[in-house]
C-alpha cells in the first residue's frame, strides 16, 4: 500500500507516535527528540499514559470512518 494521502500520511505519522511512547516506556532510547516531547509539541497534554489513551482514541475515531 502506497501511503500518499495527507490524510494518510497523518495516520502514519500518529502510529509512529504511538509506537515510540510504547518503546520509551520500556526503556528504549533512540536519538533526537524523546517522542514525549514531540507529543507535547503536537499538543497532547499529560502523562505518557495520558497522551497514549488520548492517540489510541484518536486512531480510533479516524478508523471508524
Not at 514525549?36 to 497514549?52: E, M, Q
Request: contains cysteine.
Amino acid at each position: 500500500t502506497i501511503i500518499d494521502k495527507p490524510e494518510q500520511i497523518a495516520r502514519y505519522s500518529l502510529c509512529v507516535l504511538r509506537t515510540r511512547l510504547k518503546l520509551e516506556g520500556l526503556g528504549m532510547k533512540g536519538r533526537g527528540p524523546s517522542a514525549l516531547s514531540v507529543a507535547r509539541a503536537k499538543g497532547y497534554k499529560g502523562d505518557r499514559a495520558a497522551i497514549l489513551a488520548a492517540i489510541n482514541a484518536e486512531l480510533g475515531k479516524e478508523g471508524a470512518q
